[in-house]
């Protein structure tokens, strides 16, 4: 059987949400075992012209989110980027989830060959739908899941390579 671009983006996005969503606790149960007041992780960075913590969350929401769209043609939800606790963006990733999760393997019929037209300020590249998804979809999803991961660990939060991972299924 080969691979759909349903199978290589839904569940894809899902679990890379799920690990997101675990990191947060990690990074809740650090700050209520430390004593480290938790808007200082959430508005942590690695360098000072980087997106903080919150931001991280949110563009991976929106990234999964409205990649699912333009490759089913479902509309996705919006959200205002005004989470500023754990609470509140474990809450935007189960909504994220919960659209994609509503999003059927139908609708993503001949979306390898869609075109997909971005605009971005003077950026404005199409994509066939498989060269959007491989090339620019899933590398700006895991560039925020990662950051992430990587600004917890800055931060003295106990997580590893494991914990970006995730769990595997056989």
Known sequence: ??????????????????????????????????GKVPETLLSARLVDDMLPLTAQVQRASDTSKLSIERLSGVAAPKFPDN???????????????????????????????????????????????????????????????VTLHDILRNQGVKIGKIDFLGPYEA
């Not at 290589?8 to 149960?29: D, I």
């Open 83 to 145: 989470e500023a606790s754990f609470a509140q963006l474990q809450e935007r990733i189960a909504n994220t989830i919960a659209y994609i999760e509503s999003v059927g393997e139908e609708h993503f019929a001949n979306s390898e060959t869609r075109e997909v037209a971005l605009s971005f300020g003077s950026f404005k590249p199409t994509f066939t739908g498989e060269s959007y998804l491989l090339t620019f979809a899933l590398p700006n999803f895991y560039f925020h899941v």
């Open 1 to 34: 059987m080969s691979l759909s671009m349903y199978k290589v983006s839904a569940p894809v996005f899902v679990r890379g949400l799920k690990v997101m969503a675990n990191l947060l606790r990690k990074a809740e149960a650090f700050a209520e075992e430390s």
